[in-house]
């Protein structure tokens, strides 16, 4: 398990949604304690943490067991387009989105992570981009033992791909803002 690192075409689909997404426009929603109990370990090393979160493509599980759009048509068009755009140009297949949602969080005093977590109970990727400078935030992939495995240190319009156990340090001195999409 490693992380791979994307090619991000920078399209002007991109640069819209992106601005979109940055904007004062856009609508967040408030989500307590992002990992569930169920990954509360790793003792001080970790944190539960709150974040702002916008759904494009809700994630399937109960009671839903398919994932369902969560967005307008329009929105969910432009982030569509943006995804085609970027496997494209990465030769990568995309077979299936399960997710797809904005997240945002906000530099905490502590140099801690959120739990380490698998965001499904079934085979899937993980892609994340970088909206904005995290100044901070890193994305740590850990195996079952919680040992870290591999790091990115993000920058503004990164995109990664990986699978497995992974966090977010959080960040030092601004939010971090990224999609986040499980596919496979």
């Known amino acids: 398990m490693t992380i791979h690192k994307f090619i991000n075409p920078k399209t002007s689909a991109y640069k819209t ?15 307590k304690n992002i990992s569930p109990d169920m990954f509360n370990i790793g003792g001080d090393k970790y944190t539960n943490i709150d974040a702002y979160h916008h759904s494009f493509l809700a994630r399937p599980g109960p009671p839903k067991p398919f994932p369902f759009v969560n967005t307008s048509p329009e929105e969910m068009d432009l982030v569509e387009h943006v995804l085609k755009e970027i496997f494209r140009c990465n030769h990568t297949t995309l077979n299936c989105l399960y997710r797809i949602s904005a997240n945002c969080t906000y530099p905490i005093k502590e140099d801690k992570g959120a739990f380490p977590h698998i965001d499904h109970s079934f085979p899937h990727k993980n892609l994340i981009i970088y909206l904005n400078d995290p100044a901070g935030g890193d994305t740590v992939l850990v195996d079952k033992d919680y040992k870290e495995i591999d790091r990115h240190h993000p920058k503004e319009d990164d995109i990664i ?24």
């Open 17 to 31: 949604f992106k601005e979109h997404v940055l904007s004062i426009q856009f609508s967040w929603h408030y989500y």
């Open 161 to 184: 791909s990986f699978e497995g156990i992974h966090y977010q340090k959080m960040p030092k001195e601004d939010r971090r803002i990224v999609l986040v999409v499980t596919y496979i």
